[in-house]
């Protein structure tokens, strides 16, 4: 039983990493249709930025919030230079995904030549304190990652529902024409919606980080861990990939340690609720739409 | 090799009617690359032609990535599995079972083929940007598979192909070598030589396969599933065997690669695999039979002739630079070189029928006032 | 001087031209309506003075130009465009559907007027909170027009308004902006195929044929030109 908690805990954790990401991909998937496969590697450069300003003797907590406003900088610039200019995902899809494959192997490459192809460590955000709940003990970083994720999906809750500013994103949303037409600045609030998913996608890397070491492929499993959250979820809805997120963090917490012939591959669970999930219900568990069709 | 020059033709039936003068420019041409071919051999030393082989693998793979994302417009982010289970199958093949080599690489393009068919039936249910994520998934996933059935694939630390072979201590295993029976060739030669024809046989094929009533279909069913459904086209067959069929490819390009290797290597079947068949497929140009060719040379010439050249520093530098072109050029012509060669050939085409067609094209209407219309459609510049 | 005046504007969707060269004004309160068949580009022309398309020529706002300026930056300047197919927000409450309506203002009067607008199409007070993508052809008609009225427009460009509507729910919607536009002194320049109502709507009227003005007159004047009757009223 402690065994199975602790194992249920890990997966807790990491599904709140999970779910930080799925919650940018979610945002870029409303306001853009488009799922961003240069997420993961986006969210590697501002971490980063993050061990850089740290490097430099910052405290960590503002070095994270520094890292932020760089992969806010990061998303809105990728937005304008490369993914505005190719047009609709959904009327060219090839060329969109290419788009995105570019900004992966470019950033991938980048982030290499600035900072080597060592692994950097970057200490946890919330120490390595533990504290032991029901007998088994779980570490601080894992509490502090739920933490910051239910802030994280609240502030986005409340900047969708409570504010004129996410409305007007909603809008973009949901029909971009219209709201181009009641005066709403279109591009510019895509471009803030890439900022925004890019600057959460810099805490789930600060998550990530410390764990598995700072390098170039970082966010490449959480990245198929993060989608797997959002199709279960729904690719619009912001409560599915917190929900989503824990589903799959558990599944590929459990799965290796439980289900013989599973043990180096946690990402099998994950692989086989995207499958399932597009197959039977493409809409995912919250979706309002149904997904759209080619 | 003019088989190959001449698969350069679209899809489409070209509207233009046919010159009926010989294409001096294009035989000039092929005779050209021909020849280029067939001498570079013999004139580049053996690391050259292994890297050659290696571009051989990439565009074979690449070719049949295209027939699925090009022409059938079913976008595949993971052929660098497929390329793996080819790779993968002819060292097994080779080395556990005792298969000679040419037989195992048909029997890798055949367990491709069968691996790709089981894709293709879910692939019916999942389209465009979703259809990516999910071979996304599938090219994530494939190194980890090798590793946890490491009692099978060598794990980690990968599989040597060998074969037994006679030496003074007796019949021993050791790694297989693929010589020429005239001698005159060194081995890297050779093996250039036979994947050559091997790689212009896929070619072909593939031009006949687009060519062919099928390929017409393969393009109807990307353009508008329903209209293809309604004139007639089995949807649902055109799609998983264009699946299979492209995983064939990848699978005998997989097995090229791991015969020019000798070995194979989860490292090698990684994410990045799968995305350097999708540059070298929209760098030559999404549908059209040779881009993948081209587009598998001048990703080959970037990253084994260019990239060593560049300063140390500068090394890591690669990928930036190409993620960078990959984003510039979907941007600026994202039909790759082919698209853009067609557009300069139409352009030109274009300003040559300017003048004999004047006017008549505008729509005829009842108007009261003078037009001026016919003339000025033609200047969006005016 | 108009409040609307457009010189020689063409404009068009890639390398295909659809309009080609059109004059025409609107004054400040007036009703007026440019008629054409499916194709004539009357769409196309809204599009263009809206920002929603690239258009060339001359289109001049109460003295000042539009043509390159952005489609928020036209709104702001007091133009509202209802769309074909009318562009209900479809995700958005009826209320935030309103709300947006009026994202160029600044001032507090927002919620009154949003209670205005309830009050005059009463169905739309009745779904304040239904998801505007679940109302009625007519109901959403309605909530696109209160919705361009939120930004307190001077000119409203209104798309087929009768399109997909039932006739008495389409000759509902014609009293009703009639009211408005009488009560709030908005000019409104309106496209339409139903050449009758409109021209029963309009003060005066334009004749679009392949992108280019054919006719043009007081409303009453046209409806009785022979061609204008042949072609548009079917009589």
């Known amino acids: 039983m402690t065994d199975f908690l602790q194992v249920l805990f890990v997966g807790i954790g990491d599904g709140a990493i999970y779910a930080m990401l799925g919650l940018g991909l979610v945002v870029i998937y409303r306001s853009t249709g488009l799922l961003n496969f240069a997420q993961g590697e986006m969210a590697m450069f501002s971490t980063f930025v993050v061990w850089t300003v740290w490097d430099l003797g910052v405290p960590l907590p503002l070095a994270v919030l520094a890292g932020m406003a760089g992969g806010f900088a990061i998303g809105a610039l990728v937005h304008q230079v490369a993914v505005a200019p190719v047009g609709d995902p959904h009327e060219r899809p090839l060329a969109v995904v290419m788009v995105t494959i570019g900004l992966f192997v470019g950033l991938n490459g980048l982030a290499q030549l600035i900072w080597g192809t060592l692994d950097r460590e970057l200490p946890p955000l919330f120490g390595t304190g533990q504290v032991t709940i029901a007998g088994v003990a779980i570490g601080w970083q894992k509490i502090g990652a739920v933490i910051v994720l239910a802030v994280l999906a609240l502030g986005f809750w409340l900047l969708f529902q409570r504010t004129g500013l996410g409305l007007a994103m909603r809008a973009v949303a949901s029909n971009s024409e219209s709201a181009s037409l009641v005066g709403v600045p279109v591009p510019r609030l895509l471009m803030l919606g890439w900022g925004l998913a890019a600057a959460v996608g810099t805490v789930a890397g600060v998550f990530t980080a410390p764990g598995r070491g700072l390098g170039s492929n970082l966010m490449q499993l959480t990245l198929i861990f993060g989608f797997a959250a959002i199709t279960l979820g729904g690719f619009d809805s912001l409560l599915g990939a917190v929900i989503g997120g824990f589903v799959v963090g558990i599944a590929s917490s459990v799965v290796p340690q439980y289900v013989p012939g599973f043990e180096k591959i946690p990402l099998a669970p994950a692989f086989i609720l995207i499958l399932a999930v597009l197959l039977f219900r493409p809409q995912g568990l919250f979706g309002r739409q149904q997904v759209r069709r080619v | 090799m003019s088989e190959l020059t001449a698969a350069t033709s679209e899809p489409h039936p070209d509207p233009r009617p046919r010159s009926r003068r010989l294409p001096i420019g294009r035989i000039v041409a092929a005779s050209i690359v021909g020849v280029v071919l067939v001498g570079l051999p013999l004139e580049s030393p053996p690391f050259r032609n292994e890297q050659f082989v290696g571009w051989m693998a990439i565009a074979i793979a690449a070719s049949g990535l295209n027939l699925l994302t090009g022409y059938n417009g079913q976008i595949s982010v993971g052929h660098g599995a497929l390329y793996g289970i080819g790779a993968y199958s002819v060292a097994l093949l080779i080395t556990d079972v005792g298969v000679p080599v040419w037989i195992a690489v048909a029997l890798a393009g055949v367990i491709c083929f069968v691996v790709g068919v089981a894709i293709g039936l879910p692939a019916l249910r999942i389209k465009g940007l979703y259809l990516a994520l999910v071979t996304l998934a599938v090219a994530t996933l494939f190194p980890l598979l090798v590793e946890q059935f490491s009692s099978v694939t060598g794990g980690g630390s990968g599989l040597s192909i060998t074969s037994p072979q006679e030496t003074a201590r007796g019949v021993v295993d050791r790694p297989i070598q693929l010589t020429s029976p005239f001698g005159a060739l060194a081995p890297d030669q050779w093996k250039y030589y036979v994947f050559l024809a091997l790689t212009v046989v896929v070619f072909v094929v593939t031009r006949n396969i687009v060519r062919s009533r099928t390929g017409r279909s393969l393009v109807a069913v990307r353009d508008n599933e329903t209209a293809a459904e309604v004139s007639g086209i089995h949807v649902a067959r055109v799609k998983i065997l264009t699946f299979g069929v492209s995983a064939a490819m990848a699978g005998v390009g997989g097995a090229v690669f791991a015969l020019n290797n000798v070995r194979v290597n989860p490292s090698s079947f990684t994410i990045a695999v799968s995305i350097y068949f999708l540059i070298a497929v929209v760098v030559g140009g999404a549908a059209s039979v040779i881009g993948p060719a081209i587009g598998a040379v001048a990703y080959g010439v970037f990253v084994d002739v260019v990239s060593p050249e560049l300063p140390e520093r500068l090394q890591p530098a690669t990928p930036v630079i190409l993620g960078g072109l990959l984003i510039v050029l979907m941007l600026v012509a994202p039909g790759g070189i082919v698209g853009w060669w067609r557009m300069l050939v139409a352009k030109r085409a274009a300003r040559r029928g300017a003048g004999a067609a004047a006017d008549g094209a505008g729509p005829a209407s009842v108007t009261r006032k003078p037009s001026s219309r016919s003339t000025d459609a033609r200047s969006p510049e005016a | ?235």
């Not at chain 3, 709300?99 to 169905?123: K, M, S, Y």
């Not at chain 3, 939120?150 to 039932?166: F, H, Q, T, V």
């Not at chain 3, 536009?181 to 195929?193: I, K, R």
């Open chain 3, 1 to 235: 001087m108009s409040l609307l005046e457009v010189r020689g504007l063409r404009a068009g969707y890639g390398i295909v031209e659809v309009l080609f060269g059109i004059d025409l004004d609107v004054d400040a309160g007036e009703l007026v309506v440019v008629l054409g068949a499916n194709g004539s580009g009357k769409t196309t022309t809204l599009r263009a003075i809206s920002g929603m398309i690239a258009g060339r020529g001359e289109v001049t706002f109460d003295g000042s130009a539009l043509i390159g300026r952005r489609p928020d930056q036209i709104v702001g300047a007091g133009i509202a465009h209802v769309p074909q197919g009318r562009g209900t927000i479809n995700d958005l409450t009826v209320l935030e559907n309103l709300r947006i309506g009026a994202w160029t203002r600044r001032d507090g009067d927002v919620d009154t007027d949003i209670e205005q607008w309830c009050t005059t199409f009463p169905r739309l007070g009745e779904r304040r909170d239904q998801a505007a993508g679940s109302m009625s052809g007519g109901e959403q008609q309605m909530l696109a027009i209160a919705r361009a009225f939120m930004s307190r427009p001077r000119l409203l460009l209104l798309d087929e308004p009768s399109l997909g509507l039932a006739p008495l729910v389409t000759a509902e919607v014609f009293a009703r902006l009639r009211e408005i536009t009488t009560s709030t002194g908005t000019a409104v320049l309106l496209v339409e195929q139903n050449a009758n109502l409109a021209l029963d709507f309009a003060g005066r009227a334009y004749v679009l044929e392949a992108g280019e003005i054919v006719a043009a007159g007081p409303a009453s004047q046209l409806r009785h030109d022979e061609t204008v009757r042949k072609a548009y009223l079917g009589i």
